[in-house]
């Protein structure tokens, strides 16, 4: 690259760069993960100056046991207590059914065909995680594809404007005016500001100030909104609906979707697109058929990320629902009632409400795959 | 098919960085125009000025009959080749080279047969159901090259394409982009910094330069055959970019007492024959100074007998051996300002380089031997230290 990369100001290493340069120099992947990979000399140097000692490979081994053992033992426990009896919960600790307990279907029996809640928690989880994820997934990838393509320079006198304008429509409100005159009021000041004193103000903002401001959304604890979020839906009568929670969940995730996709984006070379505008594509087009394919790895993950969040959620879910849209979270927590905590029925929903998710990211995964735009420019 | 046509096409950054100036040129139907110059002196600018990669901010850029100032490049009628070849790396090959034709509606049926066609021509049909990671450099070239051919535009738009190849891969797809120019008959601009790939494949040559610290200079310096820039460069920049390795500069002074038109090359004075003052009739009323060049390899070890020679001598500093010939870098034996300015090299590398010849390897001196070279008076380009221009 010559005179194009100073005038261009391209990114200085694309992802491509980069993905080679991991492929090139895989001492930490295979020392981390794929220890036997290397093992019984089949490596094509005579001498791998990576390999490790047979010594140095059983300690690792060693320590990955054990640390498995530490992850996967509180699954094995959750397990077995979903199918034990409430006395072999009770009675304290029993590891091996047919050994040291016997084991039972009623906790999932009771689970699937009589808590009547069930079906309904487990339809509602699916179709705010999912609806919400793709909304914040579709919002997320046209911002951060703005922010990472587009320069915006906007000044901050006039954000301030902005704002200043809300306060103008809320006040007149509040002191008695009809709600569609606080609006017309605000945007008139709003648009007297930024043609008169906004202007002398030249300090501008970037994308990455931009940026910076939808992440730090994400800064203030989530208690801390609930109650305004609670009365705010109370006012649109949104309370207990999926609507409510896929809104909040949207507004929630959409920062941290653009977070993660913006470096996704930019990673993308921009030759890819004009290249394709010269082979005639509009921008919409060059979006939809260039960007958007060579972005899949990075939608993916976080589409997973995004996901597992809104699944899981249990703060908002249970200030915002109270019976027709609760999710399963909220049925976890319900199994812990005036009963005491029913820790075989729990078990049983928390396998159910694991179980998508865990063979949605065994699906997914292949997409994630690293090198996707391996071949794309240079070789 | 169409020309090219460029009136006075700037571009000027919003920030104020000016990249092009005043740029001048026409593009015939069906010639293979070349864009050379060094990193930064805009030719990549100019080339995607045209695709409609960049706004033109000042001028006119017609193709064929049609300003194109305003047009994004789907409406030029254009396709680029991208130095690093921009593959899609989610489509195969075919799918690659039929992007353009999908986008345009061109029916299924039609677009296999014209993609088809074109991977035959490219020899690439047995890999055009693979993505371009599974591809080599070359055959990633190939590719590139078959998404701009499928499209049968009036222009094709190359930006340094030969450039990721190795020096042997690079010289095979040389000749055979000449070929296909010949058989596509295709008006094709070529961008390339590689002086070798710009006088070997362009009908035309167009040698520019950066605009320089203050963006006062336009960037086009000649255009011309490569003949032309070779034996009649317009002036220093040209002259010292043209040639490899580069023409040797001194400045000196011209004298003229009676008839005698004479210059001192370090210790040796070189009196200049009737036919050359003759036809650089300027050299005749100097007394004043002026810049001599003379090209390595106008440079012999040998004697002349059916022509006049001027005797260059010098210490040989650095011999190398190339096989064909050998380069010998030299020193006078009295010190001579060698011209930096007007050349874009720097002084120290210039003195550093000292003078260079390229000679015959049958009687090749050792290095720290005293070296008588010839030359033909006729060799000497004459510019004026003023300007850089030449005399001619």
Not at chain 1, 201 to 228: G, H, K, T, Y
Not at chain 2, 64 to 81: A, F, K, S, T
Not at chain 2, 142 to 156: E, K, L, N, T
Request: glycine fraction near 8%; aromatic fraction near 8%.
């Amino acid at each position: 690259m010559s005179e194009s990369t100073q005038i261009s100001a391209d990114p200085p290493k694309t992802v491509t760069e980069t993905a080679a340069a991991t492929e090139a120099q895989p001492g930490w992947g295979r020392a981390l993960f794929g220890l036997g990979r290397n093992g019984g000399g089949r490596s094509r140097l005579a001498h791998d100056p990576l390999a490790l000692s047979p010594r140095a490979r059983a300690g690792a081994y060693a320590v990955l046991v054990a640390w498995s053992l530490i992850v996967l033992f509180p699954i094995y426990w959750m397990i077995t207590t979903s199918f034990k009896t409430p006395l072999d919960v009770n009675s304290g600790p029993v590891y091996l059914p047919g050994v040291d307990f016997e084991g039972t279907t009623e906790a999932w029996d009771y689970i699937i065909n009589e808590e009547p809640q069930t079906t309904r928690a487990f339809v509602n989880t699916v179709v705010v995680g999912v609806v919400s994820s793709l909304l914040t997934l579709v919002l997320g990838a046209s911002a951060s594809y703005g922010l990472s393509r587009l320069e915006f320079r906007p000044r901050l006198a006039s954000v301030v404007a902005f704002l200043a304008g809300i306060a103008v429509a809320v006040a007149t409100t509040i002191a008695g005016l009809a709600w569609q005159m606080g609006i017309l009021l605000g945007l008139a000041f709003f648009a007297a500001s930024i043609a008169t004193w906004a202007r002398r103000f030249e300090f501008r903002l970037s994308n990455d100030d931009i940026a910076f401001w939808l992440i730090s959304q994400r800064i203030l604890p989530p208690i801390a909104v609930v109650l305004p979020l609670y009365v705010f839906f109370q006012q649109l009568q949104l309370l207990d609906t999926r609507t409510a929670l896929i809104v909040t969940y949207v507004g929630a995730n959409v920062p941290i979707a653009i977070w993660l996709l913006r470096d996704f984006f930019a990673g993308i070379p921009v030759h890819l697109e004009e290249a394709a505008a010269i082979d005639g594509a509009t921008r919409p087009q060059t979006f939809w058929f260039v960007v958007l394919p060579a972005a899949v790895p990075g939608l993916v993950a976080t589409f997973l990320f995004i996901m597992v969040f809104a699944w899981n959620e249990f703060l908002i879910a249970s200030v915002l629902t109270s019976a027709d849209a609760q999710t399963m979270p909220m049925l976890v927590v319900a199994q812990n009632a005036t009963r005491g905590p029913q820790w075989w029925n729990m078990s049983v929903l928390i396998l159910i409400m694991s179980l998508p998710v865990i063979l949605m990211a065994g699906f997914l995964e292949r997409f994630i795959a690293r090198g996707l735009l391996v071949g794309a420019v240079k070789g | 098919m169409a020309g090219m046509n460029l009136d006075g096409v700037g571009k000027t950054y919003p920030d104020g960085t000016r990249a092009v100036r005043s740029v001048n040129m026409t593009v015939e139907d069906g010639e293979f125009m070349v864009l050379v110059g060094p990193s930064g002196c805009g030719k990549t600018t100019v080339l995607r000025m045209m695709a409609g990669l960049e706004s033109v901010t000042e001028g006119t850029l017609s193709i064929g009959d049609r300003v194109v100032n305003g047009l994004p490049p789907r409406e030029r009628d254009i396709v680029m080749v991208f130095q690093n070849y921009a593959l899609y790396p989610h489509m195969t090959v075919a799918e690659n080279i039929g992007f353009g034709l999908r986008l345009q509606k061109v029916p299924k049926a039609e677009r296999a047969e014209r993609v088809k066609e074109v991977a035959e021509m490219l020899e690439i049909i047995d890999i055009i159901d693979k993505k371009p990671k599974a591809l080599s450099g070359g055959q990633r070239q190939r590719v590139a090259m078959g998404r701009a051919i499928v499209r049968r535009p009036s222009a094709f738009l190359m930006d340094e394409p030969l450039s990721n190849l190795d020096a042997k891969l690079r010289v095979q797809m040389r000749s055979e982009l000449i070929q296909l120019h010949s058989r596509l008959n295709v008006t094709t601009v070529y961008v390339t910094h590689d002086q070798v790939e710009a006088m070997t494949m362009g009908d035309r040559v167009a040698v520019l330069r950066s605009v320089g610290g203050e963006g006062q200079r336009p960037n086009l310096q000649q255009v011309g055959t490569p003949q032309e820039l070779y034996e009649q460069p317009a002036n220093l920049f040209v002259a010292g970019f043209i040639g490899s390795p580069s023409m040797n500069f001194i400045e000196t002074n011209m004298e003229t007492q009676g008839s005698e038109v004479s210059f001192m090359l370090g210790v040796d004075r070189v009196v200049l024959p009737a036919g050359v003052v003759e036809s650089t009739p300027r050299l005749l009323n100097r007394d004043t100074p002026v810049i001599v060049g003379f090209r390595p390899e106008s440079l012999s070890l040998r004697k002349s007998h059916d022509h006049p020679n001027v005797t260059v001598t010098g210490t040989a500093e650095v011999t190398e051996y190339l096989g064909a010939a050998a380069h010998i870098t030299f020193r006078k034996a009295v010190g001579i300002a060698v011209v930096s300015h007007h050349t874009d090299r720097s002084t120290a590398d210039a003195e550093r380089h000292g003078f260079v010849a390229q000679v015959e390897t049958d009687s090749m001196p050792q290095t720290g031997d005293r070296v008588e070279f010839f030359l033909r008076p006729e060799h000497f380009h004459f510019f004026d230290p003023e300007d850089g221009r030449s005399l001619r």
